[in-house]
């Protein structure tokens, strides 16, 4: 792996937005090394999104667009 153990599944570019996404399933959860992940990203001001639908996904991105 080039990643180290907690790193967003995705990582995007959205109109000048640095935005991570880690994708679960309905009922998944972060673990305890994504959770560490998520805080850093977001101290240096970048977007964290813990998604289960492709429908959370799509508002997100329409937030963010």
């Known amino acids: ?8 599944d995705y990582c995007l ?3 000048g937005h640095i935005i991570f996404l ?6 998944g959860k972060q673990t305890s090394e994504q959770e560490a992940f998520q805080i850093i990203v977001e101290d240096q001001g970048a977007f964290y ?7 959370e ?7 963010l667009t």
Do not use: D, V
Not at 49 to 55: G, N, P, R, T, V
Not at 57 to 63: Q, R
């Open 13 to 15: 570019l959205c109109n």
């Open 49 to 55: 999104f813990l998604i289960h639908s492709i429908e």
């Open 22 to 27: 880690e994708c679960k399933g309905e009922t």
């Open 57 to 63: 996904l799509e508002k997100i991105m329409e937030a």
């Open 1 to 8: 792996k080039l990643c180290r153990i907690g790193t967003a």
